[in-house]
């Protein structure tokens, strides 16, 4: 099969499915942090490159749920944050690409973003998963939208972890919560990178269901 994972810089998914014996492809702006097959470019270039399955990983920066606020035109003392309607029209773009890959020529796609957006723009996703469910010890609320492809199944279940507490009694993961200690370019790719275990579990079960089909 030719697999394309898209918007993957990691190379984890990529090399999860590269085991099982597959072609399989990443594409990111940036290069791969893991040697491996590789497109360093923007992933609509090869999207009719005949693939016969797409895992997508869009960016999640103005489609998330806590970024909301900035699309109201507000004053800010970070001016490097956009807001109002140059906000908008970059949540505008996100939505677009993200619809691209939704649709794609591609027979079996999964789209992963976390909770936002495209919940209420477009549709629910088929369903949430958390790391925790596939041998981490933490929480991330992640979403799947799925084509021709089954629910992943939790692989190994563990305790949720730690947990952050702010002052104001929100609370995050305490790994999510380290990340926000780094430079901000490190820190957005903490925050990126798929869990180990999750990509795992995808190449198992899914080429485990296409190869019996």
Same mark, same amino acid.
């Given at each position: 099969?030719r ?8 190379g984890?998914?990529?090399e =999860?499915f590269v085991?099982?014996?597959?072609d399989?492809?990443?594409?990111d702006l940036?290069p791969?942090?893991i040697? #491996?097959?590789?497109?360093? #470019? ?5 999207? &009719?490159?005949n693939?016969?399955?797409m895992i ?14 900035? &699309? ?7 001016k490097?944050?956009?807001? #109002? ?6 949540t ?7 619809? /691209?890959?939704?649709f ?8 992963? &973003? ?9 549709r629910?996703?088929? /369903? ?9 010890? =933490? ?12 629910l992943l199944?939790p692989?190994n ?5 730690y947990?952050?507490?702010?002052k104001?009694?929100?609370?995050s ?9 780094k ?8 925050? &990126?990178?798929?869990f180990?275990?999750? =990509?795992? =579990?995808?190449?198992a /079960?899914?080429c485990?269901?296409?190869?019996n089909?």
């Amino acid at each position: 099969m030719r697999i394309l994972i898209a918007c993957e810089f990691s190379g984890i998914v990529r090399e =999860a499915f590269v085991k099982y014996g597959h072609d399989v492809t990443s594409c990111d702006l940036n290069p791969s942090e893991i040697p #491996g097959k590789h497109f360093q #470019g923007n992933v609509l270039e090869i999207l &009719n490159d005949n693939w016969d399955l797409m895992i997508a990983h869009p960016p999640c920066t103005y489609l998330t749920v806590t970024s909301n606020k900035w &699309n109201k035109n507000i004053d800010l003392i970070n001016k490097k944050t956009r807001v #109002g309607i140059d906000r908008q029209i970059l949540t505008n773009d996100a939505y677009t690409f993200f619809m /691209q890959l939704v649709f794609a020529p591609i027979k079996r796609i999964a789209i992963e &973003n976390p909770v936002g957006y495209m919940s209420t723009l477009w549709r629910k996703p088929d /369903q949430i998963i958390h790391p925790w469910q596939f041998g981490h010890k =933490a929480s991330k609320r992640t979403c799947l939208w799925l084509k021709n492809l089954p629910l992943l199944r939790p692989s190994n279940i563990v305790e949720k972890g730690y947990y952050h507490t702010y002052k104001s009694g929100k609370r995050s993961s305490q790994w999510y919560y380290d990340a926000a200690l780094k430079s901000p370019e490190e820190r957005l790719k903490i925050r &990126n990178r798929t869990f180990k275990g999750i =990509a795992e =579990a995808m190449a198992a /079960q899914w080429c485990d269901y296409l190869d019996n089909i």
